[in-house]
T-cell receptor, first 115, second 115 residues
Framework: GENVEQHPSTLSVQEGDSAVIKCTYS??????FPWYKQELGKRPLLIID?????GEKKDQRIAVTLNKTAKHFSLHITETQPEDSAVYFC??????????????FGSGTQLTVLP | EAGVTQFPSHSVIEKGQTVTLRCDPI?????LYWYRRVMGKEIKFLLH????????ESGMPNNRFLAERTGGTYSTLKVQPAELEDSGVYFC?????????????FGSGTRLTVV
């Protein structure tokens, strides 16, 4: 089955700096890569996702990149703000083979943006 | 649109007791998923319902866990008898389509503590 590893587990940055969270996956058939943000005590929210037919996707201050060969994908947050502080989860899924629709998540990154 | 609702939000029970968690998905979402996050680790898949049928229950840890979705609306997850290692946050999610093309919507989770 799929295995997703996420690093770092904790990340502190100064407000205005950039933050990068990296994930690797094991199943080369995975083709859908969402990122979720979970603020303290709240539900995980989908913030951005991408499919393997693109290498990069950007939405305002958030960008995701994918290296299919190396099976790496990353989340980049620029000009960080205190409200970006949260736990971020990466995930992967194979949408094409079989009937499984489960997401395999990374272990999460606690991002703290220091004012 | 009402989101995914889970209750209770917190539950503290003694080892050996029974607990039942409930999830109300977004109305019209046939696909309902249970996940859990144990001890700050990754969010792990438990099972997937399509309407009232269990599409995939490969993530259920053992037979102390029983999930039901009678009538294809809300779902319950019963743990009987609860063990210490069952402590964690149990998330429910629903999606409009089986492929999750429109993404999952997560509930806020039930924090289960077994003492």
């Amino acid at each position: 089955g799929e295995n997703v590893e996420q690093h770092p587990s904790t990340l502190s940055v100064q407000e205005g700096d950039s933050a990068v969270i990296k994930c690797t996956y094991s199943d080369s058939a995975s083709n859908y890569f969402p990122w979720y943000k979970q603020e303290l005590g709240k539900r995980p929210l989908l913030i951005i996702d991408m499919r393997s037919n693109v290498g990069e996707k950007k939405d305002q201050r958030i960008a995701v990149t994918l290296n299919k060969t190396a099976k790496h994908f990353s989340l980049h947050i620029t000009e960080t703000q205190p409200e970006d502080s949260a736990v971020y989860f990466c995930a992967a899924r194979d949408d094409l083979s079989g009937s499984a629709r489960q997401l395999t998540f990374g272990s999460g990154t606690q991002l703290t943006v220091l004012p | 649109e009402a989101g995914v609702t889970q209750f209770p939000s917190h539950s503290v029970i003694e080892k050996g007791q029974t607990v039942t968690l409930r999830c109300d998905p977004i109305s019209g979402h046939d696909n309902l998923y249970w996940y859990r996050r144990v001890m700050g680790k990754e969010i792990k898949f438990l099972l997937h319902f399509v309407k009232e049928s269990k599409q995939d229950e490969s993530g259920m840890p053992n037979n102390r866990f029983l999930a039901e979705r009678t009538g294809g609306t809300y779902s319950t997850l019963k743990v009987q008898p609860a063990e210490l290692e069952d402590s964690g946050v149990y998330f429910c999610a629903s999606s409009q389509d089986e492929a999750g093309i429109y993404g999952y919507t997560f509930g806020s989770g039930t924090r289960l503590t077994v003492v």
